[in-house]
């Protein structure tokens, strides 16, 4: 009986242990709002300025944003690809754009040491969500 329980204790502690590493090594962008500005000469549509950092390892899940979204890189080094699009990796001061029809499937910090941040701008729908998560 004491062994069985000591298994058991130990499968679980591994267990336990599996999933917090996860959830430490989980390395998703933080994003965050600047802005939004309702653009009166186009009803129903707003600007929204926002900037991603990608920690070190640091990824997207693929997604939309149902808007026209124009990216600068401001630090680190990024690779970003949009589906039937050509991957790119870039670095301070150049830019990238996706349509409101893109899919955006690759979006990462090309860095596993150092931090990359981009300065976000979309025009899109009044109140629509930032990013549409795509399966």
Known sequence: ???????????ISLLLLFLMTGAVTAQD????????????????????????????????????????????VLEGTV?????GGKEVTLTPGQTFYEG?????VVGRNASTTKPAKMLVVLVKDKGAPILVPVN
């Open 1 to 11: 009986m004491y062994k069985k329980s000591t298994m058991v204790r130990t499968a």
């Open 79 to 83: 690779i970003m690809q949009v589906k």
């Open 100 to 104: 409101p029809d893109d899919v955006h």
């Open 29 to 72: 962008a933080v994003v965050v709002p600047l802005m939004s500005k309702d653009l009166t000469d186009f009803p129903g549509k707003e600007v929204t300025m926002i900037t991603v950092e990608y920690p070190p390892g640091g990824l997207d899940p693929v997604h939309r944003h149902n808007a026209y979204g124009f990216i600068y």
